[in-house]
């Protein structure tokens, strides 16, 4: 039995920011995990970083994976991505050519992953004057359809919509992670000999009540 002073589990959830050099992945990483922002540009080779948070009152750690644009990475890339469990690609909205790439690294992430992953499209850098911007959040949004995800526009610079990205993810992995466990859970059952059907019968039943729950949910 558990006591009622033990601390809760801390689920942990490895993040993978991918971009074009320059759109503010280092500081989207340091304004989420140190609370400050990096003005001057210094490209990455690879950097990790990690931070407690919680999500709708739920404690987890957020592994926070980067690694450089530039092609003498790729082995890195990939290698991030498949380790990685959400997924969040960074164009500056100030950088046509930024956003067109895009597409290149959702492609990356289905070539390593081969199935859906959480993911969102960020458009950073809205802190800038509109007319300086290169691509509408029309186009931004049309995109994320295009991928399957949600579409946000943030400045690190003005610490504004990070965390909310952050915690996007952290939902969709949960809610992944749910379902996963329904399926594992039917595929058990059902595969399971003839036995007490009593006992059967009380499993299935368990099983409908979670697997309506995760309905429920879904449609919220």
């Not at 039995?1 to 033990?6: E, F, K, V």
């Not at 320059?22 to 400050?36: A, M, P």
């Not at 469990?85 to 790439?101: A, K, N």
């Not at 579409?151 to 996963?180: G, Y």
Request: overall charge neutral.
């Amino acid at each position: 039995m558990l006591s009622i002073n033990q601390p809760r589990k801390l689920s942990t959830h490895k993040a993978v920011i991918l971009g074009d050099g320059g759109v503010g992945k280092t500081s989207i990483t340091t304004q989420f995990v140190r609370q400050y922002f990096v003005e001057t540009y210094d490209p990455t080779d690879d950097d990790n970083y990690r931070k407690q948070i919680e999500v709708d009152g739920e404690p987890c750690l957020v592994e926070v994976l980067e690694v450089a644009s530039s092609a003498e990475y790729e082995a890195l890339r990939s290698l991030w991505t498949r380790e990685g469990e959400v997924f969040m690609i960074v164009f500056s909205l100030s950088s046509r050519s930024s956003f067109t790439r895009a597409k290149n690294y959702y492609q990356q992430i289905q070539d390593v992953k081969k199935t859906t992953v959480p993911l969102i499209l960020v458009g950073n850098k809205c802190d800038r004057a509109p007319e300086l911007h290169e691509v509408s959040p029309q186009e931004g949004e049309s995109l994320a359809r295009e991928f399957g995800c949600t579409f946000m526009m943030t400045s690190a610079k003005c610490n504004k919509n990070i965390d909310e990205a952050f915690a996007h993810l952290i939902r969709l992995n949960v809610k992944q992670r749910e379902e996963q466990r329904a399926k594992e859970t039917a595929a058990a059952i059902t595969s399971e000999p003839q036995g007490n059907e009593v006992e059967k019968k009380g499993w299935k039943k368990r099983l409908s009540s979670l697997l309506t729950s995760l309905g429920k949910g879904n449609r919220g």
